[in-house]
């Protein structure tokens, strides 16, 4: 973890307005911010980690344990939710026996709730590492999960 | 309609996407594309192409806003005309690959229209831009989104793109300011301040280091206008700001987006450097002695965000909270510099009324909203999708004109504008015209441009409180009225739905939807409370059945609904008692089935899994359904029926 974060950090140095931008880069780095890099980041910006966290945590994109293997974000935007996407998280929370926040117990899955992804025009919409699934159904649903459950 | 007035390109529009020399095959890949299946289809048509042998340019094209029919792909067809078709699948790509490049059928059965301007016509195959969705648009912000590609500045450079700023840069700043100012922009964002006062403020600061900010945090829930002309069309952002910074003064730019559009932020950045490359950004911008450069500052998730002083703490790596103005940004912003911020589609129109001049853009629109709107229309509309229509169209004309009314037959509730900060506007105000103060004197705000219909399946209180969960969500916790405000008032909505309302509590709401309103610090929580009193105002009747009758007219909320199986529609399958997640039915082969009232969860599961054909299982809000006690055989319930008709009948 700890080259990583210094290549990171390196590449900013001198610069002004990074934090948020670190913290960006270290999750893609690293999957989450542990709080070591907290505290590196924090040494390296000449900020306590208290500061940090408090940035941090205001934003919704940053997580503080590890992901899951897959992030399965589900949209509740308002054209998702005019159209059914309340019963698209009831059916994955269901699925998987976690809810939205929370991280399967054999890690492989993550489920977030997220405010829109702006494809408002095929509603509802799922999100699997990335791969938008639009026209969600309780059935597509269960069927795009097995797909994952049973890979190796 | 002049030619003028129509949305299809020039006759030489689509010169981009057409060759001489091979045929050239466009897929609409943006993000909403790509969700309906269009990379799929771009593999196929790629391995096909290869398997076949066939020379053939293949294009990735943005968004041309009929999302409902994605994905979509065109085809020219050397001394063809270019001709959309929609809805593809790789097995309709293969088929139209046979049939159409290799022999000469255009298979007019899956065309969506002739994307050529003029009078192209072929095989009874019809114009696209006079298609209904297509019509009654006309394309500014989007003129080239869907028509050339996004990632080749040569296409942009093709629709007289940076031509724009070539002229600007022949102007004094103060001309290009006085020619915003005189076309009659207002900042697209939401707020509608007249763009060309905005710039002239911050170019009246003192001060030698000047920033401009393009505001892509698209944070609204069912708005994607921005998103679409970024992935289709990033030169017209990118052109606008240099522009604008030309105007104010400014040496230095950002574009902040939301991390949840990948592919707007990987397209802006691949036309950052295209435009860098061909000096149209850095330094001694075009031989002019003007320098400016851009960077893209990633947002990390807060909607409060798109506030403008929330946006640049967050630039400046802060938590994202407003600041009270004055200072305004004009005076002192970004790192305390005077600074301006505008939104992408405002940046998207200046090129253009830069070229064709404030006079031939303020024809479009009305006294005091001139110029064109994008709108992101969906919900429970027949056709979905981004549009741009000129101030002064009414909401008719939008929804059911270029919508298409309501789909599956059902009634029109309300529509729903503004996003969170927006409000629900009843079908009696329907031939409204969409204009930034009719839509405030109508309690809600045309915002940033989502435009989302809900028909009768949508229970109104509980929409209300999806807005207010998600402004309590986001609220930054700065203020007071703001943060405590939107919680009370989720709070009594909580109740209200539970079916646990008080009469009083809609004075209440209305109570606290006031202070929120006008004690917050910013705009998030100053329109926050819009949703509840345009509901209150426009749907009293619904939250009076919620409150009073205990009912839920649109039969949504969980605790007033009620799924009886109704016996004489059961077959005695057991669908339903196999997939009740809670074991709340009772039943068995051949027997009628029965829901435990006390066990059941109202998940709706058996509702959706009983055979359409049979539909026994039935979903009432307020009212009681005679069912037998406990599962009994379809036989004894048939008989027991028969003799009680008999009883009544004597012979």
Redesign the interface.
């Known amino acids: 973890m700890r080259a990583d974060l210094e290549k990171i950090l390196k590449s900013y140095e001198g610069k002004?307005?990074?934090?948020?931008?670190i913290?960006?880069e270290a999750q893609r780095k690293l999957g989450y911010l542990p709080p070591d890099a907290i505290k590196e980041i924090a040494h390296f910006l000449e900020m306590s980690p208290s500061e940090v966290y408090?940035?941090a945590t205001?934003?919704?994109?940053?997580l503080f344990s590890p992901p899951g293997e897959h992030i399965i974000k589900v949209c509740?935007?308002?054209?998702?939710?005019?159209?059914g996407g309340r019963?698209i998280l009831?059916t994955v929370t269901?699925e998987l026996g976690i809810d939205p926040g929370e991280t399967t117990k054999d890690c492989k899955f993550t489920l977030e709730r997220?405010?829109?992804?702006?494809?408002?025009?095929?509603?509802p919409?799922m999100v699997v590492d990335?791969t938008?699934?639009?026209?969600m159904t309780?059935a597509k649903v269960k069927k795009i999960l097995k797909l994952y459950k049973e890979e190796r | 309609m002049t030619p003028e007035e129509s949305s299809a390109p020039p006759e030489d529009g689509l010169k981009a996407l057409k060759r001489d020399d091979k045929p050239v095959i466009c897929v609409g890949s943006a993000t909403c594309g790509r969700s309906a299946g269009a990379l799929q289809v771009l593999e196929t048509i790629k391995k096909e192409l290869s398997n076949r042998r066939i020379d053939a340019e293949i294009i990735q094209v943005g968004c041309l806003g009929l999302c409902y029919v994605e994905p979509l792909i065109y085809i020219s067809k050397p001394g063809h005309p270019c001709v959309c078709y929609r809805k593809m699948t790789p097995e309709l790509a293969k088929e139209l690959i046979n049939d159409y490049l290799v022999n000469d059928d255009p298979r007019p059965d899956l065309a969506l229209g002739i994307m050529d301007g003029g009078k192209m016509e072929m095989d009874n195959i019809p114009s696209i831009w006079e298609h209904p969705m297509l019509k009654p648009q006309i394309r500014i912000v989007l003129r080239n989104c869907g028509l050339i590609d996004p990632e080749n500045i040569d296409h942009y450079l093709a629709t007289d793109g940076y031509l724009a700023l070539r002229k600007a840069l022949q102007m004094k700043p103060e001309e290009v300011i006085d020619e915003i100012k005189c076309s009659g922009l207002r900042g697209r964002g939401g707020a509608g301040f007249p763009t060309g006062i905005k710039w002239e403020f911050c170019r009246n600061s003192p001060g030698n280091e000047k920033y401009l900010i393009c505001n892509a945090d698209e944070g609204d829930p069912g708005a994607f206008m921005d998103r679409s002309v970024l992935e289709g069309d990033p030169h017209s952002v990118l052109e606008g700001m240099v522009i604008t910074a030309y105007a104010i003064g400014a040496s230095t730019g950002y574009i902040y987006c939301r991390a949840e559009y990948p592919l707007a932020l990987e397209r802006v950045s691949i036309a950052i450097q295209r435009a860098r490359e061909h000096g149209f950004l850095g330094k001694d911008i075009l031989g002019s002695g003007f320098n400016f450069d851009v960077s893209i500052k990633q947002g990390a998730g807060a909607f409060v965000c798109g506030e403008e002083t929330a946006l640049m703490a967050s630039i400046e790596g802060k938590r994202g909270m407003p600041r009270s103005r004055p200072p305004f940004p004009a005076v002192s912003g970004l790192w305390g510099k005077p600074t301006n911020i505008n939104n992408v589609e405002t940046f998207a129109n200046v090129p253009v009324i830069i070229s064709k001049g404030a006079r031939w853009y303020n024809r479009y629109g009305t006294e005091k909203s001139k110029g064109t709107k994008t709108f992101a229309l969906a919900g429970k509309v027949k056709r979905t999708g981004l549009i741009e229509v000129p101030f002064g169209s009414t909401l008719r004309d939008v929804i059911y004109g270029i919508g298409g009314g309501i789909a599956d037959d059902k009634q029109f509730k309300a529509v729903q504008t503004g996003g969170p900060s927006g409000g629900c506007l009843p079908a009696k105000l329907l031939d409204l015209p969409i204009e930034y103060e009719t839509m405030e004197n109508a309690g809600s705000i045309i915002g940033s441009g989502g435009m989302i219909v809900t028909d009768e399946d949508t229970c109104i209180v509980d929409f209300a409180k999806f807005f207010i969960t998600f402004t309590q969500q986001e609220s930054c916790g700065k203020c007071v009225p703001c943060r405590v405000g939107t919680k009370q008032m989720l709070n009594v909505l909580e109740r209200i739905t539970n079916g646990e309302g008080k009469l009083e509590d809609m004075d209440q709401l209305q109570r606290l939807a006031m202070t929120v309103k006008n004690g917050s610090l910013c705009a998030l929580g100053g329109t926050a409370p819009n949703p509840v009193l345009t509901t209150l105002q426009y749907f009293r009747d619904e939250y009076e059945a919620h409150i009073i009758d205990k009912r839920c007219p649109a039969k949504v909320c969980k605790a007033l609904i009620n799924y009886y199986i109704d016996p004489d529609r059961c077959v005695g399958c057991g669908i339903c008692l196999k997939n009740c997640p809670v074991d709340a039915i009772e039943g068995g082969s051949r027997m009628i089935h029965v829901i435990d009232q006390g066990k059941c969860t109202k998940c709706g599961t058996c509702f959706d899994v009983c055979p359409p054909k049979v539909k026994a299982v039935i979903k009432v809000s307020g009212e009681k359904v005679a069912v037998p006690e406990n599962p009994m055989s379809i036989v004894d319930y048939k008989k027991s029926k028969k003799s009680k008709e008999s009883e009544g009948v004597s012979e």
Request: hydrophobic residues 45%.
């Open positions: 002004k307005g990074v934090l948020i931008p913290l960006q408090g940035v205001f934003y919704a994109q940053f509740l935007g308002t054209a998702c939710f005019v159209r019963k009831e269901t997220v405010a829109c992804f702006g494809c408002c025009a095929l509603a919409i990335g938008v699934y639009s026209k309780p």
